[in-house]
């Protein structure tokens, strides 16, 4: 490893006696020497030499320290510059100052610690200026390099985000296609299903628009609404291969040996999905679509929430439109009709939460045919009348026909429903 560049000194003076006693004393301390008798003499080392620090005489002929120093100042600036002066040369030395800028006068005769010792706290300081100046060119270079690299990422993770949001986009059209395509299969079905029998048409489609409604009211997952609208519209594809007689009549007519025919629908319809995986789930509630809350139901007898919530619904939901539609009875029922009938079989055939809800449903729908409204006590408001003489389930009168609601009473009724563990409906008039 070679040695380091020695730190070299240029002592400026006219008088020989003077750059020897400087050459004496900074000699010891490992220093580079250079002299110049007299400031061009200076002039010319420095052309000539690298100069670390240079000190000079204030009086000298031809050339005196201060314009030495300018100079020196001017071509060579990174020079350290110390002035020597008397304390009558008060006005060159502020020339001095002003002109070339020096690091600092000391005053002649000089003290030889003092002065080797500001020499090297100038030297010390321009070092740490000049590491101080590199760490800074490192640091510059280093941040350069980071903007050039953080630019050169950001174009790439703009690049990538652009190639994943296109990938994104192309895989959301796919799925939407798909989706599209797997609801639209499921409709076709639907279709076949009602095509084959009149009495079937539009019936498959009118429960799923009620039962999508009942699962969204009833806070359903949306895996298990989209169940529930994939049972409802293909409840009935176990009756594809019933024959037609059987489909055109209603169920309540038919004897017990068509019956049992007819009732193996739902246990067919699971059969003919399951081999679908995304239709298990909705093949297991159209299983499920004629179990009754009192679980008098088939084809597994369940009751109460033993059977799937979806089931519930579509069992409500189908029940009420196949009133309606004459599929069920021997005439069909008309709207009113068939929504007192769900009310009456609340509890029994079907899930009173559901009913709960399904009443909202056909309330307004049917605003224009019923003049009451069946209400639990938490929906019921001040101001109400009731329609109907409201009795307790041991026979006692608990309000009259045409009392008016107030808070009092529904708080009293909701006391009823807590402590005796039974659900009220309460009649109203339709306001």
């Known amino acids: 490893m070679s040695d380091p560049t020695p730190i070299t000194l240029l002592f400026v003076d006219d008088e020989p006696s003077i750059l020897s006693s400087l050459k004496r004393l900074f000699r010891p301390h490992g220093y580079q020497i250079f002299t110049g008798e007299g400031g061009q003499a200076g002039l010319d080392v420095l052309e000539k030499e690298h100069v670390d620090l240079v000190i000079s005489d204030m009086r000298m002929p031809g050339m005196d320290g201060a314009h030495f120093l300018e100079q020196a100042r001017l071509r060579w600036p990174d020079t350290i510059r110390i002035l020597l002066t008397g304390y009558a040369d008060i006005e060159s030395t502020i020339a001095a100052i002003n002109k070339g800028q020096i690091y600092r ?20 300081r321009r070092r740490l200026e000049q590491e101080n100046g590199r760490l800074n060119s490192v640091v510059e270079a280093q941040n350069n390099a980071l903007r050039e690299l953080n630019a050169g990422l950001e174009q790439k993770v703009a690049e990538r985000t652009a190639e994943l949001e296109k990938a994104i986009k192309y895989v959301k059209t796919a799925h939407t296609r798909l989706k599209t395509g797997f609801v639209n299969t499921v409709q076709a079905f639907s279709s076949l299903t009602e095509m084959r029998g009149k009495n079937l048409s539009g019936h498959a489609r009118r429960v799923a628009d009620h039962a999508r409604s009942l699962a ?8 298990e609404q989209q169940n529930v609208l994939f049972a409802a519209l293909l409840h009935d594809i176990g009756k594809i291969g019933l024959p037609d007689a059987l489909l055109e009549r209603p169920f309540n007519v038919l004897d017990t040996e068509e019956r049992v025919e007819v009732m193996r629908h739902p246990e067919r319809g699971q059969q003919a999905l399951m081999q679908i995986e995304q239709l298990r789930d909705a093949a297991l509630l159209i299983r499920h679509h004629h179990e009754l809350y009192n679980g008098s139901g088939y084809p597994d007898h ?48 079907y899930d009173p939460a559901v009913i709960d809800q399904y009443v909202e449903i056909l309330s307004e729908q049917l605003k224009n045919v019923i003049d009451e409204i069946p209400l639990r006590p938490a929906l019921l408001k001040p101001g109400m009348v009731l329609s109907r003489d409201l009795s307790h389930r041991d026979g006692y009168m608990l309000l009259a026909k045409g009392y008016v609601i107030d808070p009092a009473v529904i708080t009293q009724l909701s006391k009823i429903e807590t402590t005796e563990h039974y659900h009220i409906m309460v009649y109203v008039c339709r306001q």
Do not use: H
């Not at 599929?327 to 007192?340: G, I, L, N, V």
């Open 216 to 223: 969204r009211m009833l806070e359903l997952p949306d895996a």
């Open 105 to 124: 006068y000391i005053n002649k005769p000089w003290d030889d610690n003092e002065i080797v010792l500001i020499v090297r706290e100038a030297l010390e």
């Open 302 to 349: 369940l009751a109460g929430v033993a059977i799937p919530l979806g089931a519930r619904i579509l069992c409500a939901t189908n029940e009420y439109d196949a009133l309606i539609s004459g599929t069920m009875t021997r005439e069909p029922m008309k709207p009113k009709d068939a929504f007192s009938y769900l009310i009456e079989q609340r509890g029994k055939r």
